[in-house]
């Protein structure tokens, strides 16, 4: 989902196909068009905020796409890193990033910690990925930002208060992409949920308790 959402920021994919649909490619005196300015990932740098397993899984991604990874984690393992990713303070992320996607858990200390005085560190025509937890962003000053140009785009699967609130201001803001919390809902995502609970339960049943989080 998170490279779902910066392709089509990047590629603008779904626009494109709708364009020929509707015949602008067809009566377009050259061999080629395009509506946006597209963005190469080759070359860029993403920060990636929580680098646990589904972070590090991202960063295995955007290096297979030629980026550069820096990653933010209170536990960090230095043993993954290389001349492709390293392990930054936050303030450094936020300065050198051209990408930022979210992986970390909701807590009271990170709620809203993307927000105006965070985004203001971030690089200028910066790309916000969200796939963790809406109230980690404040939507206001996202808005804003997205709305100023500070932030270039937003690619959100998560909102503060879903279903979304028909006043969010996310909804009106410019080149932001909103989908409706599905990073978990393909069918082979929720068959391996199910798995992992029914396996749970059988394990606790025969006195071997797995994914034990009370010790």
């Known amino acids: 989902m998170v490279f779902a959402h910066l392709l089509e920021i990047c590629h603008h994919v779904a626009a494109h196909s709708d364009a020929v649909k509707n015949g602008e490619w067809t009566n377009n005196v050259d061999w080629c068009f395009w509506k946006y300015p597209l963005i190469e ?45 390293k392990y930054v303070e936050l303030d450094e992320l936020l300065a050198n990033s051209d990408v930022i996607s979210l992986h970390c858990p909701l807590f009271e200390e990170n709620k809203g910690m993307i927000n105006k005085d965070s985004i203001a560190k971030m690089k200028d025509g910066v790309i916000i990925i969200n796939t963790s937890r809406g109230p980690l962003i404040v939507e206001d000053d996202l808005a804003e930002a997205l ?38 809902a393909p069918k082979e995502s929720r068959q391996r949920l199910m798995d992992i609970a029914v396996n749970n339960l059988k394990q606790f049943l025969e006195g071997s308790p797995v994914n034990v989080v009370n010790q």
């Open 147 to 184: 709305n100023s140009g500070k932030v270039y785009a937003a690619g959100l699967d998560v909102v503060s208060t879903e279903p979304i609130k028909a006043d969010n201001p996310l909804l009106k803001a410019k080149n932001i992409f909103l989908t409706p919390h599905i990073a978990w």
């Open 41 to 85: 990932l080759a070359g860029k740098t993403m920060g990636i905020i929580g680098y646990g397993r589904i972070g590090q899984a991202v960063g295995r991604v955007a290096q297979a796409f030629g980026m550069k990874v820096l990653a933010n984690d209170k536990y960090p393992n230095k043993d993954l890193e290389s001349d492709t990713l």
